[in-house]
């Protein structure tokens, strides 16, 4: 279970106060049990200084532990609530299926639903019992006590652009305001580490996943597609003939031209452009940077492995990027959007590639201890719907699709939510997008409650009105 199931409220007994606990006692694990429902922490009294105070993610037997040492000094309120609410220091690796995922022909399976909305695909075991999977993922279906997969997530939005913006911010999509992705709010709240960039889109990013309106400078870098001979990121070296003052004398008068029609600018764009050439000469002066990025340097049958395909060496890229410092790092697949011969696209090509590249980064993630630090994201921005469409395809379905999130210290080998016998609505447990958000946020320490103004001069939160899912 994870630490947000339980809680602790303080009450005041004859003669002082003390912490009493609600956590529910610890179960024993069984694969496939669904996590069980805990009520929210209870509210504090409502008196002196613990009106404010929740102690959350605290074992009341820690609290004992730490609380007894500060009679003689060595410890206050104030260092027991840093204790209680320490984050770990996590990265996100995003694997982005742009065009929307099949959710019955890949993680929710449904060989017994209504004959004419069936798979062709069968189902099987994985190493969980009772968990199926597609059997076009049989990698993946070996790493099933690593992830969780939620087959309840719903939204309203059928449109690609619309789908896409919720799923990339938690917000709709609006004419006026441009919410800013995920990875540039992390880049924003949390900032660059170890001379790389907070954020990195491979190849590229989408106009949703970008800064939105925390402007250019949150935008990702675009690594390009590893998945070519001789791979190298754009511009990392000198040109030939360049020295470092050379550089550096034309960068200030760029900057100078600049800084005279930058006024005139209403589109953000030399600041974008700027924003760019400020990046690319940090990364350029930076040998760490240039190491990261040299996926050169892995083996051979490593790169095999992960597959010689765009999804799979973008995989094995991200765990590099992560390794090294980045903090988010989003890895696009695009193309899945099978309206037409679902069955043959999805067998010949999309599922082997998903299945060796997920499997293979779960696994080096995992025999790296990265795993533990490091939460991978499998996404669409919708599922597919169960029926199947003339041409033998299936069309936008946001009722119900399913989504697979692992490491970060979340249990894996567990199963969130149910959709009907057909796959087509949500039966139990549904999960909305602006919750998920906000829970990765709380993950990474991120405070999604938090107010940004917009472009427009209005406050907006984070996550909206979502909460972190307490199975998570």
């Known amino acids: 279970m994870s630490p947000l199931s339980g809680g602790a409220r303080a009450v005041r007994p004859w003669g002082g106060w003390r912490i009493r606990s609600n956590d529910p006692p610890r179960l024993a694990a069984r694969p496939l049990s669904r996590p069980i429902a805990v009520a929210a922490p209870a509210t504090p009294p409502k008196r002196g200084f613990l009106r404010r105070l929740t102690v959350r993610r605290f074992d009341r037997r820690a609290f004992l532990k730490i609380g007894s040492i500060a009679p003689f000094g060595f410890l206050s309120w104030g260092d027991v609530l840093r204790a209680a609410t320490k984050k770990t220091d996590l990265s996100i690796i995003h694997l982005l299926l742009g065009g929307g995922l099949s959710h019955i022909d890949s993680f929710d399976p449904k060989p017994d639903c209504n004959p004419k909305f069936r798979s062709i695909f069968k189902a099987i075991p994985t190493n969980l019992d009772g968990l199926q ?33 919720l799923m990339m911010s938690g917000h709709e999509l609006l004419p006026t305001v441009r919410h800013p992705g995920m990875g540039a709010v992390v880049s924003k709240e949390l900032g660059p580490r170890n001379e790389l960039p907070a954020y990195v889109a491979i190849p590229s990013s989408n106009r949703y996943s970008q800064g939105g309106f925390l402007g250019p400078r949150h935008n990702p870098f675009h690594a390009g597609s590893p998945n070519v001979s001789k791979y190298a990121v754009r511009d990392l070296d000198l040109p030939m003939g360049v020295d470092w003052s050379r550089m550096e004398a034309r960068y200030s008068l760029l900057s100078l031209v600049d800084s005279k029609i930058q006024k005139w600018d209403t589109s953000d764009t030399f600041e974008s452009i700027d924003s760019y050439y400020r990046n690319a000469l940090e990364l350029m002066r930076s040998p760490r940077a240039k190491k990261a990025f040299d996926i050169a340097q892995e083996p051979e049958p490593l790169r095999e492995k992960y597959g010689r395909t765009g999804l799979g060496q973008g995989c094995l890229l991200a765990r590099r990027l992560v390794e090294a410092g980045v903090r988010f790092v989003t890895v696009s697949s695009g193309n899945w959007d099978h309206h037409t011969n679902v069955f043959t696209n999805l067998s010949n090509d999309f599922l082997p590639e998903l299945d060796r590249a997920y499997a293979t980064l779960l696994e080096d993630l995992s025999g790296r201890g990265m795993l533990e630090t490091t939460i991978v994201l499998v996404t669409g921005e919708f599922g597919r719907t169960p029926e199947i469409n003339v041409y033998a395809g299936r069309d936008h379905w946001p009722n119900c699709f399913s989504l697979a999130i692992a490491g970060g210290g979340i249990q894996g080998g567990r199963v969130w939510g149910t959709s009907d016998k057909d796959g087509m609505f949500v039966k139990d447990n549904p999960v909305e997008v602006q ?10 320490g991120i405070d999604h409650t938090k107010e940004y103004v917009s472009n427009i001069g209005r406050p907006i939160k984070l996550a909206g009105d979502g909460e972190p899912l307490q199975f998570l």
């Open 435 to 444: 919750n998920f958000v906000a829970t990765i946020y709380h993950k990474l």
């Open 133 to 165: 999977v597609c059997e076009h993922l049989p990698l993946t279906a070996r790493q099933a006590d690593k992830y969780v997969v939620i087959r309840s997530m719903t939204h309203k939005v059928a449109s690609h652009e619309g789908a896409m913006a």
